[in-house]
């Protein structure tokens, strides 16, 4: 179906209303209201993704709209919040098709069941160039218990969930469609980076386990070495990680062991959305059998010291791309 | 200073660190946190300008930062909440330039100081086409007292905030550079409505009193008449409003008396951002006393009754252009 053949209000009564929260009143209201708990605080984060600057402008659109959603959720899960639901502004481009939209509707459906969270509300404007959504997301912590980017304590041991570096390796392959058959790539290996790219895996299930444990934490969304030299900065201490113990898929050691390069993509790329945590070292067992049991899994791979910087050891000829073995973000 | 020489982080410490709530933590970490007063509800809202959509691509970026900030507020205002602060996400143009930012900076920065919010977190991101401004707006009402759209009863009078029509008039006198001669209007008359267009008003002054003694509200972004068409609908009932009770500013009458026409355009077209309630009767006069006394205004324009459409009275040739006297929204 053509795009001019539905309307604004069309759209929200067709795709939008049936997500939305009870205190959203079927997005027929100016706004929305939610009725905080007693005992907690709110926690708010933003992120946008704009076609061809977060995504690939021929992504299916369910696809970016579980993207969009997704990083959000991701920062959520690193400040140890429960996610209650999110606001929504879509910027649209001309021709769209009902089809498309629908499919969005539909990707935002499946990960509301999926998060648990429901629409609180938005927007939709046209988008001169293309396809553009704003998402605010709102989670819940026990009062005072947001776990900051700055948390991070000399002695602390450094902890991430999953692996590191799939969804670099994955946009890589995705930028050069002969990368895969250079490294001798598997179908499926090849297919399990692709999708680490396209669809992010936000960690909200450790979310109580981060706020029990956790002293300091950030998701990873501008890759490994760059965020803890955030968290790092923000903290007023110094990190240092072992190359050696920073979790690959099956599939990112695949293509590390066929270009030992790549480890500095693994390391520093983007898109992650794993969690980097800082704890006390007699805290990481409770939080590492935690994510064994959420099915997601966490390494410890590093430490805080006192200083300020961040750095990476390890006899890997990868290394020597991130600057003698350490990167500085700032 | 040229676009190139700004980076993000740059950025975010330059312009919107210093206009961060105490929860954002001064924009170092992944979100922000707020604790809401026991008692009270939260108000969520949403909207997005874009440029060549909702403003000029040349408008002072002062303004449009206003504009985006104050047609949230406006939302607010109309739902009886007190602003408490917002989250911008900005889709910045390549070839921006630091004097830009920087009074977009100055924009927020005096907006926040009028209406006594802060900002609690958002994101910056490229945008291939125009200036785009998401803003998340966040406001308390008192536990369940939201005052809705829906909320009209049959027996109500209709009440408006200041003038109507200014902006849509503005808007014309901004598309046809010409039409201010033609219409005779004085050099003061001119800006006045083009100001009205270029900088919305938001009566959040009003909140308390809207909270105190509305039955039902909107604020009035699309129109006059198909706004109200929007309240009748949801509350499902009838709205008859006349045209002679609607309140003109100065300079909007001097334009209608040159062309009875544009008494359609004022009534029709969008962008007042002045308040549309509904209330008993009997609250009408302490609701006008409070307007008065914050400087605002406001009029009883007409009443609601049972029934499901919006129409106009009035013995104006201009009524015409609405189709009979009614104007139908959906």
Redesign the interface.
């Known amino acids: 179906m053509a795009a001019g053949s539905i309307g604004e ?1 069309e759209l929200i009564a067709r795709v939008f209303a049936p997500l939305a929260a009870d ?1 959203a ?1 079927g997005l ?9 708990r ?1 005992g ?15 995504f690939f402008a021929d992504d299916p659109w369910d696809a970016v709209a579980r993207k969009a959603l997704r990083v959000n959720l991701s ?2 899960a ?2 140890g ?1 429960v996610p209650v639901g999110y ?3 879509l ?1 649209l481009p001309k021709g769209f098709t009902v089809e498309e939209i629908d499919a969005l509707g539909a990707g935002l459906a499946a990960d509301q069941a999926t998060y648990g969270i429901s629409l ?4 939709t ?6 396809l ?1 959504l ?1 998402v ?1 997301a ?2 819940e ?1 026990k ?1 005072g218990g ?1 776990v ?3 948390g991070a304590k000399a002695g602390d041991v450094i902890v991430v969930t999953g692996t590191i570096g799939d969804a670099a390796l994955g946009l890589a392959l995705r930028l050069d469609a002969a990368l895969a058959t250079r490294l001798g790539l598997s179908d499926a290996h090849r297919d399990y980076l692709l999708d680490r790219y396209l669809l992010p895996r936000p960690r909200g299930a450790l979310a109580a386990a981060v706020a029990d444990h956790a002293s300091g934490g ?2 990873i969304s501008d890759g490994l070495v760059g965020d803890l030299g ?1 968290m790092a900065a ?1 903290s007023g201490v110094a990190i240092e990680i072992d190359a050696d113990r920073v979790p690959l898929s099956e599939a990112a050691q695949a293509a590390v062991t066929s270009d030992p390069h790549l480890l500095a993509t693994a390391l520093t790329g983007g898109d992650d959305y794993e969690l980097a945590l800082s704890m006390p070292e007699a805290e990481a067992a409770a939080f590492l059998a935690a994510a064994d049991a959420a099915g997601i899994g966490a390494a410890v791979i590093g430490r805080v010291s006192s200083g300020e910087c961040a750095s990476v050891r390890g006899d890997h000829p990868a290394l020597a791309d991130l600057g003698a073995g350490s990167y500085r973000h ?1």
């Open positions: 209000f205190g009143l027929t209201d100016d706004a929305a209201f939610y009725r905080p007693p907690r605080d709110l926690v708010l984060t933003k992120d946008e993704v704009v076609s061809g600057v977060h920062d959520l690193a400040k919040a606001l929504l502004a910027g609180y509300g938005g927007d404007v046209r988008s001169p160039a293309g553009t704003s605010t709102i989670g912590v009062e947001m900051r980017r700055g950030m998701d955030k923000a700032f």
